[in-house]
């Protein structure tokens, strides 16, 4: 059994907190917040708590508060020797207090409060300055069915930059092409399939061999006729970079001029 | 019942051809390629032809064939007064021959020739000259379970734009975290279940209220560390547009300071 104090009432806290209740080999001794509102419904299910003092003895204590606070709520644990991790993309393995022994335990997903989350589908990123606390953490991992990686801080910030692109900016991307075709009257679910065929191609198939379209096929008529389409500056200049980004990755010249058969 | 004349044999000819075959509703009277032995192994099932003279009565001639083509090809056929559509996202309706009523009949997805379809999962996008044509397209697209929609010339091209941003150019993003994780051994797969549910998650909610990230909440810090891990100048310049749009969507002003708490 794996007994967890798990400290914030955000998103991530949220389901982590729903996630370890149900699984067998996990206990939630406390849950931890610094304002009472929001954990104090689960007052039933598990020992809620405002107060730093009141902390009791457990596996792991789990910081899943905002990344700027994560070093400051660290020196302000009542206790040294324990196993202590935050649960940030960014945040350094040594931004937590040293008086305790340290680790990350980084869900690599997009959180929202409301949605349901089933953690089979939320890789948990893992890191830890000991061998036994890594293997506590992965057990916890498993525990809550999800997929484990040990990763290090700079790999782990890598993966939270790769994730802006994948996350943050890709949905910009369905952004623009919302604002452009409501601009024309037309009904933005017609693009749904297409963005979600576009995500599950890539489970089996490298992003680099999923390519396809003009800029892969240099089709200058269309590159250009979709420029002149574009009213707006910044998307003109996103068409444009990105053009070039998949000729550069597919090694197609820009500057060379193609025959039309 | 409806008699369709499929032209072509390329990724989206091979894809409505089984479809329609399914269909009950539906009969493929011929397929044509200029080609034969692409088509040459379904001559027991369909009449499989290469020559344009050997063409029959149909209700609908089909030219699933490039875009490039598609106004030759029509200018070719040894008839007139029938009903000659085109499966384009980009060519004008009127590029097709004018001794036939013209129509278009445009899948929006990315179609492979490996992978199976479900075009249930494919929205058809039709135009006609004349309404009754109209009904035929809606007929012909329902009959294989897809989704349709009345859209004119300008409104496809529009839409076909949108398709590479939320297509092309989100796989591009992909491919760029691919490459940055690669570079710095990480397994790419961690990243795919955020690659899924970034797309899932626009199906019931606007991209603009999915948004997340340090872009949007200006979170300098990060925005500024992101810049300096990133070592190749194309991913720099496509990390500060993409950031840029983001601030501009969400009305982030993108010189005021922010105050760390
Ligand atoms: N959201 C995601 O998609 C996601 C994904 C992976 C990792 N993460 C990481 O998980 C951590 C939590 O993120 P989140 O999205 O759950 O944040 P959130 O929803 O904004 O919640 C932040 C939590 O931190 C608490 N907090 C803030 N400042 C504090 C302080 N000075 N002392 C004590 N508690 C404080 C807040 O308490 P109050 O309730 O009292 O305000 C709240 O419970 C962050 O490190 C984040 O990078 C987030
Ligand atoms: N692929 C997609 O994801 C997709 C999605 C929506 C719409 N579309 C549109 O669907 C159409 C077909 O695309 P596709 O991807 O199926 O293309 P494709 O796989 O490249 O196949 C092209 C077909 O056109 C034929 N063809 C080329 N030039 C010809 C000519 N001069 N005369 C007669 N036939 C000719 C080819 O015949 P051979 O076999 O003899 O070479 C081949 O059968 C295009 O208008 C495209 O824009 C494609």
């Not at 067998?24 to 939630?28: D, E, G, L, P, R």
């Not at 708590?49 to 003092?53: E, P, V």
């Not at 644990?77 to 040294?80: A, I, K, R, T, W």
């Given at each position: 059994m794996i007994s967890i104090v798990l400290l914030g009432a955000g998103n991530v806290a949220s389901h982590l907190y729903k996630a370890f209740s149900k699984a067998?080999?996990?206990?939630?001794t406390q849950w931890y917040n610094r304002s009472f509102d929001a954990i104090k419904s689960y007052q039933n299910e598990t020992e809620v708590?405002?107060?730093?003092?009141k902390l009791k003895e457990a596996d792991i204590y789990i910081l899943a508060v905002s990344d700027d606070s994560i070093s400051k709520l660290s020196k302000m644990?009542?206790?040294?020797d324990k196993f202590v991790v935050h649960t940030s993309?960014?945040?350094?393995?040594?931004?937590?207090?040293?008086r305790n022994k340290r680790g990350v335990f980084y869900p690599l997903q997009t959180f929202s409060k409301t949605a349901e989350i089933d953690f089979s589908n939320v890789p948990i990123c893992i890191e830890a300055e000991e061998r036994e606390h890594r293997s506590i953490l992965k057990s916890a991992a498993e525990a809550i069915g999800s997929p484990v990686y040990k990763i290090n801080t700079e790999q782990r910030q890598i993966l939270h930059l790769s994730a802006v692109f994948v996350n943050n900016f890709t949905n910009q991307l369905y952004r623009i092409a919302h604002e452009i075709s409501d601009a024309k009257n037309i009904?933005?679910?017609?693009?749904k399939p297409l963005i979600l065929e576009t995500a599950k191609k890539v489970e089996d198939m490298s992003p680099y061999l999923a390519q396809t379209g003009p800029a892969k096929r240099n089709d200058k008529k269309t590159l250009k006729r979709h420029l002149k389409q574009l009213e707006n500056d910044q998307h003109k200049a996103i068409y444009e970079l990105l053009t070039a980004s998949i000729k550069q990755t597919h090694g197609v010249s820009t500057s060379s001029t193609t025959r039309k058969s």
């Open positions: 067998k080999s996990i206990t939630v708590i405002d107060s730093l003092d644990l009542p206790f040294s993309g960014s945040v350094n393995i040594h931004d937590l207090d040293k009904n933005f679910d017609i693009l």
